[in-house]
């Protein structure tokens, strides 16, 4: 099969055939159609992730159609039209059990712990806990893009952050992960004010539901400038990048008694940052996080996109092919453009 292969961190990635994976027992074996490009690729790519082994392939974010199953998968076959969630459960752990396949104590993840996604077929283990099945109505490129972003911020908003209609939202950074947020708080009735250093991504923001927008490059202090805004501070917010500044403004921008989601990742020398914890102690604010969401999770998030009540379509910036794929990633820490890149062509 065709690949898109690096071999030594933070050095170019080239196009490579490979050899074809193969289904064990639990397993399926699936031809990508689509596959969303997302920052933690990156993140991988520049050796963050110490779960990755040289030579690799990227790529966590896809949609496509079952070619090959493992004698013991009972709930697929060969022609399902399938996507998942880019953090897998074995299914049989004391979290895996109680639900939270996200937190897994053996969890996989496509693209880092094994070969990905960039590819033209990948495999996936524990199919009949991971696997999720798409509607007709929705296409590859749109389940490609629901990929970490969207569902992972569909249970920070829902699951984790608790959003009702009414409340002050605000998200801090405007990329996909971002979006999806102000997109999903808006379809619940939320007020969301979104924060970016960007005109152009705060002006889509707009778009797709944020009430407000803050350029942090242009306020003398963001936090006050929210604070503002939602007349006393945000019930709920999101950081949504992972910096430690966007990580404090989070926290410091909420209200009495508020939520803040992390969502974005932190790492290397930004995993440990420092946090208001005067406010946190004196205003009984609560801090949580998100990783993923469970396979299970999904069918209330497909009911609403075929409802109509979220367009996970709008935030699709442009479709790619597998070449392009190899600038695109090593590109991505520069935050340019707007939405989510998507492969459709391998």
Not at 78 to 86: A, E, M, Q, S
Request: charged share 20%.
């Amino acid at each position: 099969m065709r690949a898109a292969v690096y071999r030594e961190f933070a050095k170019p990635l080239t196009i490579q055939n490979v050899p074809d994976p193969t289904p064990k027992e639990r397993s399926v074996v699936i031809r990508v159609k689509a596959n969303g490009l997302c920052r933690s690729d990156w993140h991988g790519w520049m050796g963050h992730d110490p779960d990755i082994t040289l030579p690799h392939v990227p790529g966590h974010e896809l949609a496509g159609v079952i070619e090959a199953i493992g004698k013991n998968v009972v709930r697929w076959n060969i022609g399902d039209r399938v996507t998942l969630p880019f953090v897998c459960g074995c299914g049989v752990c004391p979290q895996c059990v109680s639900g939270n396949h996200q937190v897994c104590d053996h969890q996989f993840q496509p693209g880092f712990t094994h070969w990905g996604s960039f590819a033209e077929y990948v495999a996936i283990d524990y199919a009949d806990v991971n696997l999720v099945r798409l509607p007709d109505e929705i296409d590859y490129v749109t389940a490609a893009s629901l990929g970490c972003r969207f569902v992972t911020s569909f249970r920070a908003i829902v699951d984790q952050g608790k959003v009702s209609a009414g409340q002050w939202v605000a998200v801090h950074g405007c990329g996909g992960v971002g979006l999806s947020a102000i997109m999903i708080a808006n379809a619940l009735g939320a007020n969301v004010v979104a924060i970016d250093i960007g005109d152009e991504k705060l002006d889509f923001a707009r778009s797709v539901g944020a009430v407000a927008t803050v350029n942090a490059t242009k306020t003398e202090d963001v936090v006050e400038n929210i604070l503002d805004i939602t007349q006393g501070g945000a019930h709920v917010s999101i950081d949504a990048l992972g910096s430690p500044v966007t990580c404090f403004n989070s926290i410091a921008n909420l209200r009495k008694r508020g939520r803040h989601v992390q969502v974005g990742l932190m790492v290397a020398d930004q995993s440990h940052p420092a946090v208001p914890m005067d406010k946190i102690v004196a205003n009984e604010l609560e801090i949580v996080g998100s990783h993923g969401i469970q396979a299970y999770k999904y069918p209330v998030l497909l009911e609403m996109i075929q409802a109509g009540k979220l367009f996970p379509e709008k935030l699709i910036g442009k479709t790619i092919n597998l070449e392009e794929s190899l600038e695109e990633l090593v590109n991505m820490d520069s935050f340019g453009g707007t939405g989510v890149t998507v492969i459709n062509e391998f």
